[in-house]
C-alpha cells in the first residue's frame, strides 16, 4: 500500500520555474517520490484518506546541496584557528588526523556532521574524506542523501599507504556501498600539490570506467598556484587541463583564483564549481569571482567546506554569505539576487552531482527531499517576498521539518531517528580523547 502525504505550507517554492511562489498549494508526497503539486482545496478531495499536514507560517522548499564538506572534521572544530591554510594543514590538522582518524572517528564524526546539517536543512551532503566506508555507514544511519568522496593522496596516512592504496580502498567502498539508501560515490584527488600527475591519469581512467565523477581542490589560494607554476611550469587548471581531467564529471572545490581565460576554459569544459564562502574568508584565501562564473554560464554550488575550517555546517547562512560577497565582490548590488542564491543552494548542487532529474527542486516525479522552514517568528516579520526572507533573514533553527526521499527525518524541529543527548555525549567522549 502506497503512502501519500499531503504538506500545505503557506508558500510553496519549488525553486523550477525560477523564483515561482505559490500560495494556497499542497504538495503530494507518494512514498518516496513527489507525485503532484496543486490547490490545496483539490488535494483535499483528490485524497481525504491521506495524512495532511498544515504548515501555516511556513516556506516549503527543496532541501539544500551541502556540495563541499568534510564531515568527520567536525569533531576537530575549534581546534585550531585563526591560521592560513598551510600552517593549519601542516602544523595542526594533518598531526590531529594522523594522531586519531579512524574508522570510529569519521562514522561518529560524520553522524554528528549530518544530524546538524539535517537540522540546518541540507538534504545532500557532497562529502570527501578518508574511511569511505565509515561515512556510507553514516550517510544510511542518518537518513542523509550522501556522496561520498573517496580521498586520494600520495602521502601516507593511517588509512593508506599511498595512491594505489587510496584508489584500491575508494573503488572497495563504492562496490561494496553504491546506490544502497541513496549513498553515491565520487573520486576525490585532494588537490593539484598533494596528487601526481600519474595518479590523476589513473584517476581518469578510473572515472570514465565506472562512471564515478571527481571532486577536487582546484586553485584554493595564491600559493598553490604559484607552487605549481614553480613546479609545473603552469597553473594549476592548465595542468590539469593537460591530464583530462576538466569535464563536466568534475566538481571543482574553491577555484578562489581565475582569470578570465580560465573562466572560459571551465565553462567550456562544463566543470562545476563548488563556492566556499565561509570558509574562504576564514582562511583568507581571497574572493571567488562567482558573479563572472556564473556570467559565463558556469554552474556553480554552494559547500560549507569541513567545520575546522567554517565553522558551521549551516548552508543557510553561507547561502547569505555567498550572495552578499558576490555583490561586494563584483561592484554590482544586483548580482547574485535570492532567487538566484537559493537556486545555487539546490538546484545547481543537484546539477552539479548530475541528479538534477531526481534531487534539487520540488517537481512531480523527483524525489521528495523536502524542507520547510518556519518564517512566522518576529525575525522574519513582515514578509513581503518569501524568498528574500529566507535568503538574507532567516536562521538554521527556523527550519523546522526534513524529508528525505519521504522520509521524515526532522517533525518540529525533533530529530526522528537520531538521539540528540547521544551525539552531545560522543561529541564530548572525543574532545576528551583529543584535547589530551
Ligand atoms: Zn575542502
Known amino acids: 500500500m502506497k503512502k501519500i502525504t499531503c504538506i500545505h505550507p503557506q508558500w ?16 503530494v508526497m507518494t512514498d518516496d517520490l513527489i507525485s503532484g503539486l496543486m490547490p490545496s482545496e483539490q488535494a483535499y478531495q483528490q485524497y481525504q484518506n491521506a495524512e495532511h499536514i498544515v504548515l501555516a507560517g511556513h516556506a516549503l522548499l ?60 541540507t538534504t545532500t551532503v557532497n562529502d570527501m574524506y578518508f574511511y569511505h566506508q565509515a561515512v556510507a555507514r553514516a550517510g544510511i544511519h542518518t537518513g542523509m542523501r550522501t556522496v561520498v568522496g573517496c580521498s586520494i593522496l600520495e602521502f601516507p596516512t593511517g588509512y593508506a599507504n599511498d595512491a594505489d592504496d587510496y584508489i584500491h580502498k575508494a573503488i572497495e567502498a563504492y562496490q561494496r556501498f553504491a546506490g544502497q539508501n541513496g549513498v553515491d560515490f565520487r573520486l576525490a584527488p585532494h588537490a593539484p600539490y598533494t596528487v601526481a600527475d600519474e595518479t590523476f591519469k589513473k584517476i581518469v581512467a578510473l572515472s570514465e570506467k565506472h562512471n564515478i565523477g571527481i571532486h577536487c581542490h582546484i586553485h ?22 593537460q591530464l583530462g581531467l576538466l ?17 572560459a576554459l571551465l565553462q567550456k569544459t562544463g566543470v562545476h564549481v563548488a563556492h566556499n564562502p565561509a570558509s574562504n574568508l576564514k582562511l583568507a584565501s581571497g574572493f571567488a569571482r562567482i558573479h563572472a562564473m556564473q556570467n559565463a554560464g558556469i ?26 560577497l558576490s555583490k561586494a565582490e563584483s561592484g554590482n548590488p544586483t ?14 548542487g543537484a546539477r552539479a552531482l548530475g541528479m538534477e532529474q531526481s534531487i534539487g527542486s520540488l517537481v512531480e516525479g523527483k524525489q521528495a527531499d523536502i524542507i520547510a522552514i518556519d518564517l512566522s517568528a518576529l525575525e522574519t516579520q513582515p514578509i513581503y517576498d518569501p524568498i528574500s526572507q529566507i535568503i538574507y533573514a532567516a536562521g538554521r533553527e527556523q527550519v523546522s521539518h526534513v524529508w528525505v526521499a519521504g522520509r521524515c527525518l526532522m517533525n518540529n524541529r525533533q530529530l526522528t531517528n537520531l538521539d540528540l543527548n547521544e551525539l552531545e555525549e560522543k561529541a564530548r567522549w572525543w574532545q576528551a580523547r583529543i584535547a589530551r
Do not use: Y
Open 335 to 348: 548580482a547574485l539576487n535570492a532567487a538566484q542564491a537559493l537556486e545555487m543552494a539546490t538546484l545547481s
Open 62 to 121: 527543496p532541501g539544500f546541496v551541502n556540495l563541499h564538506a568534510h564531515s568527520a572534521m567536525c569533531l576537530l572544530r575549534g581546534l585550531a584557528d585563526d591560521l592560513a591554510l598551510m600552517d593549519w594543514l601542516n602544523q595542526h590538522i594533518w598531526p590531529a588526523e594522523k594522531l586519531h582518524v579512524s574508522d570510529e572517528f569519521v562514522f561518529d564524526g560524520s553522524v554528528q556532521a549530518m544530524a546538524e546539517m539535517i537540522r540546518g536543512g
Open 220 to 241: 584554493e589560494t595564491l600559493d598553490e598556484v604559484a607552487e605549481s607554476v614553480k613546479q609545473h611550469g603552469v597553473r594549476p587548471l592548465q595542468r590539469l587541463h
Open 247 to 263: 569535464s563536466a564529471k568534475l566538481i571543482a572545490a574553491h577555484v578562489v583564483h581565475a582569470t578570465d581565460e580560465e573562466i
Open 12 to 27: 510553496l517554492i519549488p525553486v523550477e520555474p525560477h523564483a515561482t511562489v505559490l500560495t494556497q498549494h499542497a504538495l
Open 299 to 324: 554552474n556553480v554550488g554552494i559547500g560549507t567546506d569541513g567545520s575546522a575550517s567554517n565553522n558551521k555546517l549551516d548552508l543557510l547562512a553561507d547561502v547569505r554569505m555567498a550572495a552578499l
